[in-house]
């Protein structure tokens, strides 16, 4: 009976050593590949309206000082209504890696894309499409 509980122990803490390790590795792995997205409620101060506007963004990247630039160069090219203001703060909503997807959709527009496509997604991509 003692052994095997210590036995039952040890699987269990093994499993969730396991676990805990397959979960990091599978984050830095979709990091690499751009495949984490990240979800922020974003607070922001209009100054001339003196009131808090909450958004909700979602990123590939996780929150760091350049992303915080970013997301006050998107909020001034989108909300051009919000100037002046100023980010109060971001809370992490939900982190979750789309990697499976990601090379699901890969795969998908491998093998239906047509040269057209490839085309008019490269013009699109250079600024030569209208």
Known sequence: ????????????????????FWDRVSER??????CMRYTYDVSIWREYESELVVHRLVSHAPMSDAVHIDILRYIHRQYSEYEPCVVMSWQL???????????????????????????????????LAV
């Open 93 to 127: 909503v939900n982190k979750r890696s789309v990697m499976l997807s990601t090379f699901g959709h890969w795969l998908y527009r491998a093998f239906t894309r047509t040269a057209d496509d490839a085309v008019r997604e490269w013009k699109e991509q250079t600024g």
């Open 29 to 34: 792995v979709s990091l690499t590949f751009g």
């Open 1 to 20: 009976m003692k052994d095997t509980l210590l036995m039952l122990i040890l699987v269990m803490a093994f499993t969730g050593g396991l676990l805990s």
